[in-house]
């Protein structure tokens, strides 16, 4: 639907959306098939990491842009996640550059449950 509607403040937040539950599904399920103490990274790990990188960069920025517009919804949103994005872009990162990576911690889960919450709430 972005493609057809690029311009949509909304789809792009749910595109970013899109990207940040990937992160989150996909390290989750990667910590669950590897619940060693420790596991090497792979190329995927790295991939899946630009992404949420690249992805928050995006967020905050288009946070100052709207708060620019005075769109006050949309730049506490995108600031938000975007932070929040960040947050975990560094976390990884620097465990990453070890080449090897601990259990995650137990903030994806409250991060999860948290959106959950707020998206059923506002019935988005």
């Given amino acids: 639907m972005f493609i057809v509607k690029p ?4 789809l792009l937040f749910l595109l970013f959306i899109g990207m940040f539950s990937f992160y989150l599904t996909y390290t989750g399920i990667s910590s669950v ?3 060693k103490a420790q596991y090497k990274v792979k ?12 992805s928050g960069v995006a967020m905050v920025g288009f946070s100052i842009y709207y708060l620019i517009q005075y ?5 506490t949103l995108y600031g938000v996640f975007g932070f929040l994005s960040l947050n975990l ?3 990884d990162y620097k465990s990453f550059i070890k080449w090897k990576v ?4 137990k903030i994806r889960g409250f991060i999860i449950i948290w959106v959950e919450y707020w998206v059923h709430t506002l019935q988005l």
């Fill in 43 to 54: 190329n995927l790990d790295w991939f899946a990491l630009t992404i949420i990188g690249i």
């Fill in 33 to 35: 098939k590897h619940n």
């Fill in 89 to 91: 872009f560094y976390g």
């Fill in 7 to 10: 311009f949509n403040p909304f």
């Fill in 102 to 105: 601990s259990p995650p911690k």
């Fill in 71 to 75: 769109d006050f919804v949309f730049a």
